[in-house]
């Protein structure tokens, strides 16, 4: 085999099939997936099916605390369980750019393995496409993902009431940061690292608590403001964030007020916003704690009314007020 | 909103906002979609599950007789139908290049939308990426598929006995030749276009008549001669191709010929491949010939012999034979 991709690895041919032979089946296979036929046949217990997709495009593609690969598998596995969702399978779609180094391309799809181990999800179904140099950058991958919702988890924006607690779980901005950092070449002058992580085993924490949490949603592109402005918005609330209870690196802090970064807007990729009944917030918050992943977590704010004009603002450590709007334009671009 | 595509259009900010609710939810929505939570809830009768996945990267975007949206839409529904699942439902993702005119994008996102009515699929869930000139091509879109496959429905390789026949269900090569005349801008001089189309009708028509099919592929990349090679080597059998019986345009025959082509390795975007038991290959054929996609229908070929040595020949039209191999390298890349 070549040790570069070529674009006859895209063509459907003998090339094609031997990379997916020797590379993607060899180190992803399973009984379904070693079929190889145009579509796999699945086996699920009955509930409520859930599905969501993502492609990634986060430059570099190998990054502190990840890659592309952990990223598209934990991206697409949060989406699932952001609604409630037990993850079953993924399917798995790259575009390679011609000239990429096979290595780099196994040592992705390595890591895709090993995320979905770690998550104990299937990859069942693929697809490898190679555009010619110049019109990608080194690779993007697709991932899909479905799931099954157990009966009695049944989150909805709606579902909020005034007095319902914010918990943020863990420091914010860590992967936007990292990425950043990385880019600019400071990577060597910080030990900071992305947070890419799987959310499943926080989320059936959470709703082992308090199977009525009101939504959850993951922080990703736009940051905690967009997200947070996305559900007010839904919910038609006003939502009172208190700066002081935001956890957040201080390399982080640090490296948004250096560049004028607004840490709100900034994304995360092992994060989780939820909405969670006032009664059981601090319950909620321990049995958080009580993990490696929500170690971090705090109650950083409150729903505060009901209203037409739905708003997020934030109260300073300094007493003053700003209203925290979603992310406009773009801070930095491919970020996931 | 600007009329070109902008980074910020990707930021999961105000902009993706904008245009996911003012275009894309605009013109594909439905209660569902309309939702835009992280992963979307869905209801599916019972019976086995199949998923499908396909990234599309074609140049270019738009040719004679489709555009990638259309392609997209398609492509996946016929990965699905080739397993005689029923699709339901189909994820979106597009990976969209900076700069790119909104009206482009604006006509596949149209395009999209009639083909998954066309067909009576829901766009359910969807991902926006935007990545900087140069590191895409326009446009790139991922779809994924899901379906359930109807009680009795069992298509495998293994099925393949001795005698069945080969059929294919219409001229060979349209959807290649197109796109390599477009790019060559030879396509005024012709009227050929892509053959693009969806093939659940056909499908359906064919199960119908004969549920005991033993196996059905779409030859796209890598065309019939390395779909046909793929069902040898799976179901271990010799497949002998008559020449003379397979139905090509005379402007595809004549482009392969100049341009030394084997036609046999030129992709299809509306085409199938069935091998199915003899005694009924010819009530089989006759239900496809009163489709206006299955009029060109012929049987092409059978399966001669179980062998340890799977291979594919061609009985030439001057009583030669020659081995049909599968593509080797690349003929046209991002064809699909």
Not at 41 to 55: F, I
Not at 157 to 177: A, W
Not at 280 to 294: D, F, Y
Request: hydrophobic content about 40%; aromatic content about 4%.
């Amino acid at each position: 085999m070549s040790d570069k991709i070529l674009l006859g690895h895209g063509s459907g041919g003998t090339m094609t099939r031997k990379l997916i032979e020797n590379l993607i089946v060899k180190t992803l296979g399973n009984p379904t997936l070693n079929k190889l036929t145009d579509a796999a046949t699945l086996n699920l217990p009955s509930g409520r099916l859930a599905m969501t997709t993502d492609s990634f495009v986060v430059t570099p593609p190998v990054f502190p605390g990840g890659d592309i690969g952990k990223l598209a598998v934990y991206g697409t596995i949060n989406d699932l369980v952001m609604v409630g969702t037990k993850p079953f399978y993924l399917s798995l779609a790259f575009i390679l750019e011609e000239g990429i180094e096979l290595e780099l391309f196994r040592r992705i799809v390595d890591s895709i393995a090993e995320a979905a181990e770690n998550v104990g999800v299937e990859i069942v179904t693929g697809d490898t496409k190679v555009v010619e140099k110049g019109k990608g950058d080194q690779i993007y991958i697709n991932t899909t993902g479905i799931g099954i919702i157990p009966d009695g988890i049944e989150m909805s924006p709606e579902r909020i009431q005034v007095g319902d607690k914010v918990i943020l779980s863990g420091t914010m901005g860590d992967h936007g940061i990292t990425i950043l950092a990385c880019r600019k070449g400071l990577e060597m002058k910080t030990d900071l690292k992305s947070d890419c992580a799987p959310l499943h085993r926080l989320v059936n924490a959470m709703l082992d608590v308090e199977p009525k949490i009101r939504v959850m949603r993951d922080p990703t592109r736009g940051g905690v403001a967009s997200v947070l402005n996305e559900i007010a918005e839904q919910a038609g609330v006003e939502i009172k964030v208190e700066e002081s209870r935001v956890p957040i690196l201080p390399q982080v802090q640090g490296m948004c007020d250096l560049l004028g970064l607004d840490p709100f807007h900034v994304a995360n990729e092992g994060k989780l916003i939820a909405v969670v009944p006032a009664e059981s917030a601090e319950e909620v918050l321990s049995a958080m704690r009580a993990l490696p992943e929500g170690k971090d977590a705090a109650i950083i704010g409150e729903v505060v009314a009901k209203t037409e004009y739905p708003e997020v603002f934030v109260e300073t450590e300094i007493g003053t007020t700003r209203i925290l709007e979603m992310l406009a334009g773009d801070q930095l671009p491919r970020i996931c």
